[in-house]
């Protein structure tokens, strides 16, 4: 589901929603007109789950041991170093988790808009007309400030006498804050911090599990660990015999319950504690409180009532991670494990091993433009699919591996979703020749005897005119073919976004089935590719996967992957 | 590259295994009473080695899972603030490599109409009602957050970390499983996880071992009587979030119909689930008592629509009333005809402490507990302890609302019980006179025949001084609220503490055999 078409998701096949149509299906898929898809063996790119199935083809991998293709879901990830992406310096692991992973370095983030904050000096006459009544500062006083939003920390009266050590200055008002609440107002029992109401439950619990006894038992890997063994062994050295040891263990005390603020317990009645904070919302209004997202943004600010409550947060950490196989366990990806190095040491992409699918009009109205060079910053506009007026595309194959690749796709006959179109892919078997370099093509392209082919064919391009606008596509004819890539034509119906009306009345269910959401209207062919290609075995791969594990070096192997790809082709028009 | 990464793996060393803590544990706490070899209270390493190895248990940490219908909350045990709060939002749920939710124009593109079953569902990780629950997409939802949550916030390393999982009690049994599937299915790969539900934890967050937790959810209101640890007695209503929301939709509609919509384009500045959760959480509120009245002011909100930059004015006493509504409302007929999502919380609460025993009802009556994402709602917890105590004092503790014709007969009834009560009481007490004041006369009395008083006895009292040193007095009967930390919180101590868990699934037995098999889950 993009914005920009035509373009081309795919569904890695570790979900259970792109699975391969069945294996009956798939055995005739070598007489490539048998591979046909009922309609619900086909993945539907319009349910909501296709969300988390489809990925870009540059966001997935490749795993070479299992040959098959690799998702977020089915690599795992280890982190390779900690690093603040404000600062750009990388984060000791040891000291990751104890600064809550975020950046223990004067990286804060503004706790209004999440832009960086800066460290901006107040000097003393702009204090004194901000605050006229806070004269007896240092000399120079130093707030964070947010470029974007304009929020600084003044707003909760927060300032430092040094610019660096922000952390540290800025925990110590925090404490100070905190704790000073409550010397003000020590019988309201209310303000008392979450975190310390939390550590002295702590220690409170601890203190009855200690005391209410053997609920831990130190000898559980012992012999010791029954009591019957344990009477056994006294009595077999005389001590006391197991009933007089049974009564010599009193039964514990259960553990009781806090009872005091100190313990940890709060209690509220039917005061009214709440009245300040409604009277509050009721003259400050609307501003005054904070967003979700301010809210969410750190810990500090999940309960927070009221916008000038906001503390902020330091910069979040990031990480760099490689990437597993999670079934073989072979690393995938990684980078080299410094900062700022961007290289990567083990990087397979599943753009350089699986064929990839591109889609355009056969006679396209307007020029198509690439999504990447769009530097407009407003939608390119596209042009509206015609329900019912049949189109025809152009499916071109290009294959990345350095062996001829024999592909069969497959499509369900209509769409699944709500709109259903009409779809027939014309040649839906045939061969993709190898890649290779880009120096081959044109090598090979100057050997051929018709050498100014590519002339005419720009030529042909620029005026407008040429032989192929003629051509007819045909059934069971490949349209265009070059090294690596091939290109089939695909026809499709688009179908129509209202139902027809009926004489029947529709039930109330009937009508909400046929409101349309959001991308109910986007034309989408899911197409079951399944590739078949044959590779050499090098020496000292002869014992990678289980089913080449007999394979000799220097033969050749069979291999196979199928996949599904999502082409979204255009809008529908209403 | 494949090839040298092969053996690379092969020689990669083994991962590190650690003494079970309970071994180590020992060390700290040993049985007080049972005959034992004087354990080492120092640890031999403090002797022999680096003292880094007594901590280094300590470290042990466990991961904290709360998961609600509407979000989910991941940290490290011994903390008191999840590290995070994922919430599930139809943006959460777009395709990789999709940003339009970062465009301008995405907003307007979202699905106008909602019906009533509808509403807030794409906010929904789950309902409890199966039927209509996709639970594919539910397993991706969650695997998805779990996923997110751990490469922004949690940032592990690969060493497996045991896991508590905090869930709504009586939560579906597929929805069990698909979470737990999650969990284990993860990388963080958790060697077991321990369930715990959020009624009880919301009553370890607040130090009390009994007590009555009234969660204020988003699909359901559920009221738990905890006893011991345990829950003992529950009661459900849908007045609740999503009832809330849906009403401060209807008065914003209202709103917005009478002050913007005179232009006639209905629809652009139709209220949005979005709009309306967010008025609800930043500005509802419930007034102390139903008559109490607060001086009208007008409390100025945005238009329903980003790109219309109108406000709406409406009375601040209004905003309070779809709490009122929805929670409280009051009952016009008798309260007998209504089954539970009729009745207003505060009658459920009471039918809740009327069904339990008397001991634990007292205990509960005084050991309130408001959790749940709206109980941050400014005035509802004052509110709702107040009415209850009126109701009690109203009502008191009696099963039969109405005795109908009996009315008369149960009154007499009751008055010669309490004619008999006093009657005791009035006995009594001149003999606790004549003992204590004729004690020196019992001279001549043999030891077996002299009258006692155990209770006036200055020796027993002296005993029960002593005893009762150092301890408070429980409160009982009186109606009291506690604060709670939370059920995420309390999640956090339970694992902070090492308490093992009931309900511990292993991953090896949980792949083996389900949840079904699974070290005795069900």
Redesign the interface.
């Known amino acids: 589901m993009t914005t920009a078409f035509p373009s081309s998701l795919y569904a890695c096949p570790c979900s259970d929603l792109s699975s391969a149509p069945t294996p009956s299906s798939k055995r005739a898929s070598i007489q490539p007109n048998t591979l046909e898809l009922s309609g619900d063996q086909a993945f539907n790119p319009h349910s909501p789950r296709a969300n988390y199935a489809l990925y870009p083809l540059s966001d997935l991998l490749y795993c070479e041991e299992c040959d098959e293709i690799r998702c977020p879901r089915c690599w795992t990830e280890e982190i390779l170093y900690w690093y603040c992406p404000n600062c750009l310096f990388d984060v000791p692991s040891s000291t990751v988790k104890g600064d809550g992973n975020r950046c223990s370095r004067s990286c804060y983030n503004c706790p209004s808009c999440t832009t960086p904050l800066q460290i901006t000096q107040v000097s003393h006459r702009d204090e004194g007309l901000l605050k006229p009544t806070d004269a007896a500062g240092g000399d120079e006083t130093y707030v964070l400030q947010c470029q974007y939003c304009d929020w600084s920390s003044l707003e909760i009266d927060v300032r430092f006498s040094k610019p660096t050590k922000i952390t540290e200055q800025l925990a110590k008002q925090r404490k100070a804050r905190v704790s000073g609440k409550e010397d003000t107002a020590p019988s309201d029992k209310k303000v008392t911090a979450p975190d310390d109401v939390f550590a002295s439950l702590v220690s409170f619990y601890k203190d009855q599990l200690d005391e209410s006894g053997d609920s831990r038992n130190p000898y559980s890997n012992s012999p010791y660990n029954s009591p019957a063994n344990l009477a056994r062994i006294m009595s077999l050295y005389g001590g006391l015999s197991y009933n007089a040891l049974k009564k010599t263990r009193e039964k514990p005390q259960p553990m009781r319950e806090a009872l005091g603020a100190p313990e940890g317990l709060f209690s509220f009645g039917t005061d009214r504690s709440d009245t300040e904070i409604i009277s509050r919302m009721q003259t400050s209004g609307w501003d005054a409180t904070p967003t979700a997202e301010q809210q969410l943004s750190a810990p500090v600010n999940h309960d927070i009532r009221f916008a000038d409550e906001l503390w902020p947060s330091a910069t979040q950490l990031r990480t760099r991670r490689a990437k597993r196989c999670k079934n073989c366990r072979h690393i995938i990806a990684r980078q080299e494990p410094k900062v700022g190095n961007m290289r990567y040491k083990i990087r397979l992409l599943a753009m350089n091993y699986i064929p990839r699918l591109s889609i355009r009009p056969l006679h396209p109205t307007m020029p198509l433009t690439n999504p990447a060079f769009n530097l407009k910053p407003e939608m390119p506009q596209h042009e509206l699919l015609q329900p019912h007026k049949a189109q025809q595309y152009v499916l071109t194959i290009r294959n990345a591996l350095f062996e001829t690749v024999k592909i069969s796709l497959a499509t369900p006959a209509t769409t699944p979703g709500k709109v259903a179109s009409r779809v027939t892919i014309l040649c839906p078997s045939f061969t993709v020749g190898p890649a290779g370099d880009v120096w081959d093509e044109a090598l090979s392209a100057s050997a051929e005897p018709n050498s100014d082919g590519g002339r005419k064919a720009a030529m042909a391009s620029l005026t407008g005119s040429s032989e192929s606008s003629d051509r007819q596509p045909e059934a069971g004819k490949i349209w265009e073919r070059t090294r690596n890539s091939t290109s089939v034509i695909v026809e499709v119906v688009p179908g129509a976004l209202q139902q027809p009306p009926s004489i029947v009345r529709k039930t109330d269910k009937e009508l909400a089935d046929e409101e349309l959401e959001e991308d109910d209207d986007v034309l989408e062919v899911p197409v079951y590719v399944r590739t078949e290609w044959e590779m050499e075995v090098k020496p000292g791969e002869s014992v990678q996967a289980k089913k080449d594990a007999n394979a000799m070096p220097g033969e050749k192997v069979g291999k196979e992957l199928g996949y599904w790809v999502v082409l979204a082709v255009g809008r529908i028009a209403g | 590259?494949?090839?040298s990464?092969?053996d690379y793996?092969s020689n990669r060393p083994a991962i590190r295994t650690r003494p079970?803590t309970?071994?180590l544990?020992?060390?700290n706490?040993?049985?007080?009473?049972?005959?034992?070899t004087p354990?080492l209270n120092r640890s031999i390493s403090s002797q022999f080695g680096s003292p880094g190895g007594s901590y280094r248990v300590e470290q042990e940490?466990n991961l904290i899972y709360e998961l609600g219908s509407q979000h989910l909350s991941a940290?490290?045990a011994?903390?008191?603030?999840?590290?995070?709060?994922y919430?599930f939002t139809p943006d959460s749920?777009?395709?990789?490599?999709?940003y339009?939710a970062c465009?301008p124009e995405c907003r307007r593109?979202?699905?106008k109409?909602q019906?009533e079953d509808d509403w807030g569902s794409e906010h929904e990780l789950y309902r409890s009602d199966l039927r209509a629950v996709?639970l594919?997409?539910v397993e991706?939802?969650l695997?998805?957050a779990v996923?997110t949550v751990h490469?922004?916030?949690?940032?592990?390393?690969?060493k497996p970390r045991k896991a508590v999982l905090a869930l709504p009690s009586l939560l579906p049994t597929p929805l069990v499983e698909i979470a737990l599937k999650v969990l284990f299915n993860h990388?963080a790969q958790p060697p077991s996880v321990v369930l715990l539900t959020t009624p009880l934890l919301a009553c370890v967050?607040?130090?009390?071992?009994?007590g009555l937790v009234v969660e204020l959810g988003w699909e359901e209101t559920v009221v738990t009587a905890v006893g011991?640890y345990k829950e003992v007695a529950q009661r459900r209503s849908v007045r609740a979030g999503k009832m809330l929301t849906r009403e401060m939709a209807k008065l914003l509609q209202e709103e917005v119909k009478t002050q913007l919509q005179q232009g006639g384009n209905a629809d652009e500045s139709d209220v949005t689930f979005e709009y309306a959760e967010?008025v609800t959480?930043?500005?509802a509120?419930c007034r102390?008592g139903n008559n109490s009245d607060?001086t009208s002011?007008l409390?100025?909100?945005?238009s329903p629509s980003p790109d219309d930059l109108r406000h709406i004015y409406t009375p601040?006493t209004r905003l309070s009333k779809p709490v009122e509504d929805t929670l409280l409302p009051t009952a016009s007929t008798s309260p007998t005809d209504f089954d539970d999502h009729d009745l207003s919380i505060t009658h459920l609460v009471y039918r809740v402490l009327l069904s339990l025993p008397l001991d634990l009802r007292a205990l509960c009556t005084s050991r309130i507990i408001i959790t749940g994402g709206l109980s941050?709602i400014?005035?509802?917890?004052?509110r709702l302890?107040?009415d209850l105590?009126s109701l009690i004092e109203q009502r008191g503790w009696d099963h039969v609302h109405s005795y109908g014709s009996a009315t008369a007969h149960h009154a007499k009834i009751l008055q010669e019980r309490s004619a008999n009560i006093t009657a005791i009481a009035n006995r009594q007490t001149p003999e606790v006179q004549f003992s204590s004041s004729k004690m020196p006369m019992q001279e001549s009395v043999p030891h077996v025949e002299r009258i006692h008083d155990d209770v006036q006895d200055p020796v027993t009292r002296k005993v029960e001084g002593e005893m009762r040193k150092g301890?408070?007095e429980?409160v009982k009967t009186e109606?009291?609220?506690?604060?709670t930390?939370g059920a995420w919180?309390g999640a956090?101590?339970v694992a902070?503490?090492?308490?093992k868990g009931v309900h511990e699934a292993e991953r090896e037995e949980f792949w083996k055999h389900g949840l079904r098999g699974g070290g005795g889950m069900l």
């Open positions: 590259m494949a090839s990464t092969a793996f079970p309970s071994a544990a020992g060390a706490a040993g049985p007080p009473h049972s005959p034992r354990l940490e940290g490290f011994g903390e008191s603030r999840p590290r995070c709060i919430h749920g777009r395709s990789v490599g999709d339009r465009g593109k979202r699905r109409l019906s996709d594919g997409l991706d939802k695997e998805r996923r490469i922004d916030y949690l940032q592990l390393d690969t990388h967050g607040a130090g009390l071992r009994n011991e967010e959480r930043r500005m509120w102390a607060h002011g409390i100025k909100l945005h601040f941050a400014p005035g509802l917890k004052p302890l107040q105590s301890k408070a429980v109606v009291r609220g506690v604060e930390l919180a956090s101590l902070v503490l090492r308490v």
